[in-house]
Every structure is written in C-alpha cells, then in structure tokens.
C-alpha cells in the first residue's frame, strides 16, 4: 500500500485575518493589565477564545477594550 503525500494547507487570506484580529485583541489585553510580563500565552488563548466564539456568544454592545478593562480593573 503506498501512501500519498497531502499538500501543505496554504494559509487563506481569511486565516490571516483571523489571526490579524486574534493578535490585535491579545494585544488589547495584554495593554489591560499594564503589559505585565508572564501571560502572553493566556492572552493569546484568551484572544482566540474570543474571536473564534461563535458571534451570537459575543455582546455586540460591549466593545473589546470595555471587556478587557472590566476584567483587568
């Protein structure tokens, strides 16, 4: 049996903006806490969370900056 290669996935401009927004909010967040060291990974994570939730989870009249300072004080 032989087995066949699978092409590189070649990332979408989609996937690209995705990952734009995605680290524009870690970014956000990370700003929210005064840029403290030690949790550029949770900020990622929690980024992704985010942007990747589906829509109808997401308040449409809570922007992203609100959310973060509320959550960072």
Do not use: F
Not at 45 to 61: K, V
């Amino acid at each position: 049996m032989e087995t066949q290669l699978q092409p590189e996935k070649v990332p979408s401009d989609r996937d690209e903006d995705v990952v734009a927004r995605i680290r524009i909010r870690a970014y956000e967040i990370w700003e929210g806490h005064d840029g403290g060291n030690g949790c550029e990974v949770e900020d990622w994570l929690q980024a992704e969370r985010e942007i990747l939730a589906p829509s109808s989870e997401q308040s449409p009249s809570v922007t992203s900056k609100d959310s973060a300072e509320a959550r960072h004080g």
